[in-house]
């Protein structure tokens, strides 16, 4: 495998990294950055993605040896100092590893829903740690793909991905252009929409999770504070809410998402 050195933050080799600071340039490019050792590696496990190049310290290059050996001879790895992250991509990347890979096309959200039967839909949710929180859930609560609403973070941002602890790289998901009627066809397709919300006239979701259920389940969860819009809750089947101390205002987004599919997976 070739392995190229980098010589000085000014190298044209490493042009592309130089572009990582602004997400939507990058997605223009057709690419996506994944940032951190472990995350790189299940990238590279993983064996769907083309990985254009790597940018690694010695360190890096060394923990990620065994995978590096395995990926395409095309695949460019480039190596410089640990001091050269911040200059060559406004970052401090502090465990010395980035990726940058092809963005897959965009999932048909018809074909991502014909086989599922759990589903986590999002409205909102901007907040990259929180979205991938959202995903880290998502796979460890055997949730089948994730649909996103409007407002929504990019769950192939590099924070969102690093978050996740590389949950967004495997969980399918698909944007829902046509928001909220969109939802009207998740219902018709035979899931029942499932609300997370505070609002009155909601069940305790432990109530909820004892009653016998449809066999196809979407989790629908708003933005943090805003938390769903009416006309997005006015599509749901059924609403609950996770019962918390009176003098607690709300959980954190991730976490309330969690404890919701963890309940309504078992």
């Given at each position: 495998?070739?392995?190229?050195?980098?010589?000085?933050?000014?190298?044209?080799r490493?042009?592309?990294?130089?572009?990582?600071?602004?997400?939507?340039?990058?997605?223009?490019?057709?690419?996506?950055?994944?940032?951190?050792?472990?995350?790189?590696?299940?990238?590279?496990?993983?064996?769907?993605?083309?990985?254009?190049?790597?940018?690694?310290?010695?360190?890096?290059?060394?923990?990620?040896?065994p995978?590096?050996?395995?990926?395409e001879?095309?695949t460019?790895?480039?190596?410089?100092?640990?001091?050269?992250?911040?200059?060559?991509?406004?970052?401090?990347?502090?465990?010395?590893?980035?990726?940058?890979?092809?963005r897959?096309?965009?999932?048909?959200?018809?074909?991502?829903?014909?086989?599922?039967?759990?589903?986590?839909?999002?409205?909102?949710?901007?907040?990259?740690?929180?979205?991938?929180?959202?995903?880290?859930?998502?796979?460890?609560?055997?949730?089948?793909?994730?649909?996103?609403?409007?407002?929504?973070?990019?769950?192939?941002?590099?924070?969102?991905?690093?978050?996740?602890?590389?949950?967004?790289?495997?969980?399918?998901f698909?944007?829902?252009?046509?928001?909220?009627?969109?939802?009207?066809?998740?219902?018709?397709?035979?899931?029942?929409?499932?609300?997370?919300?505070?609002r009155?006239?909601?069940?305790?979701?432990?109530?909820?999770?004892?009653?016998?259920?449809?066999p196809?389940?979407?989790?629908?969860?708003?933005?943090?504070?805003?938390?769903?819009?009416?006309e997005?809750?006015?599509?749901?089947?059924?609403?609950?809410?996770?019962?918390?101390?009176?003098?607690?205002?709300?959980?954190n987004?991730?976490?309330?998402?969690g404890?919701?599919?963890?309940?309504?997976?078992?």
């Amino acid at each position: 495998m070739p392995i190229e050195r980098v010589s000085g933050t000014g190298d044209s080799r490493v042009a592309e990294y130089r572009r990582m600071s602004d997400p939507e340039l990058v997605r223009r490019c057709g690419l996506f950055v994944a940032e951190g050792r472990l995350v790189v590696r299940r990238l590279l496990d993983d064996g769907r993605y083309r990985v254009r190049s790597l940018l690694v310290n010695d360190a890096a290059l060394r923990s990620l040896a065994p995978v590096i050996a395995r990926i395409e001879p095309s695949t460019k790895i480039y190596v410089c100092a640990a001091d050269d992250f911040i200059h060559i991509t406004g970052h401090d990347i502090h465990r010395g590893c980035l990726a940058l890979v092809e963005r897959p096309a965009a999932a048909v959200v018809d074909d991502l829903l014909a086989p599922a039967r759990r589903l986590v839909i999002l409205e909102g949710v901007a907040n990259a740690d929180n979205l991938g929180g959202v995903f880290r859930n998502a796979a460890g609560f055997g949730v089948d793909a994730v649909v996103l609403g409007p407002g929504c973070c990019d769950p192939l941002y590099r924070k969102a991905i690093r978050t996740s602890m590389a949950a967004t790289l495997r969980v399918p998901f698909a944007t829902l252009a046509d928001w909220p009627q969109a939802l009207r066809r998740i219902r018709a397709l035979g899931f029942a929409i499932v609300a997370l919300s505070p609002r009155e006239a909601s069940d305790d979701l432990d109530d909820f999770a004892r009653r016998p259920r449809p066999p196809r389940l979407a989790l629908l969860v708003g933005a943090e504070g805003a938390g769903l819009s009416v006309e997005a809750e006015r599509f749901a089947d059924y609403r609950v809410r996770i019962p918390i101390a009176p003098e607690i205002d709300s959980l954190n987004l991730a976490v309330a998402a969690g404890i919701a599919m963890y309940r309504l997976g078992r």
